[in-house]
């Protein structure tokens, strides 16, 4: 009983002190230099942030444009708020479903969502929209990921490998907007 004790408290230590020191130097695909976020994708498109806004956040309308990812019961992102996010791989086959909470959300700029799996010490994903305006007619349209716990520390490398199809759906966005 008292050995179960130890291996605990090493195992709680280690995601303590482990997985926070790791996740500061999460550092792949970061090119905005953004400690805080781990996976960092951006993409230019000539399009307003309204228009932008109301494509990303018309959760119904996603299989339309976007062939990666699928989000429901959240049309009004209601914050604190559960839903239903499910991804695909390239071939349209499901690569991970899960539950998502609202985070937070700004107008025209961005809203977050995050995923908790057991506790934010076994696993806890934040990711990040976000729409900066460059322009009336043009904007930069942002996907960051916070990854946190020990699945993260140890997995890093393959939940970045399906990180990586969210680009095809940053091309998809881009494409919509751009169109008409």
């Avoid at 008292?2 to 995601?15: D, E, T």
């Avoid at 791989?89 to 799996?117: H, V």
């Avoid at 699945?151 to 490398?157: D, M, R, S, T």
């Amino acid at each position: 009983m008292k050995f179960r004790k130890i291996i605990i408290h090493l195992l709680f230590a280690f995601l303590l002190l482990g997985c926070n020191s790791k996740s500061s130097a999460i550092n792949l695909e970061n090119k905005n230099n953004d400690e805080n976020y781990g996976y960092i994708i951006s993409i230019d498109i000539d399009a307003s942030k309204e228009k932008i806004w109301s494509l990303i956040t018309d959760f119904e309308n996603y299989p339309k444009w976007n062939s990666v990812l699928k989000m429901e019961n959240n049309d009004n992102l209601k914050l604190e708020k559960n839903f239903l996010v499910t991804i695909f791989d390239e071939n349209g086959l499901i690569e991970d479903n899960f539950k998502a909470m609202l985070l937070d959300k700004k107008k025209y700029r961005y809203f977050s969502a995050s995923q908790t799996l057991l506790s934010k010490y076994f696993f806890k994903a934040t990711h990040q929209f976000l729409i900066e305006e460059i322009s009336q007619n043009k904007v930069k349209f942002t996907q960051k990921w916070k990854l946190e716990g020990v699945i993260a520390y140890l997995f890093e490398a393959m939940i970045f490998d399906v990180l990586n199809i969210f680009k095809t759906m940053n091309l998809e966005l881009k494409e919509k907007a751009e169109e008409s």
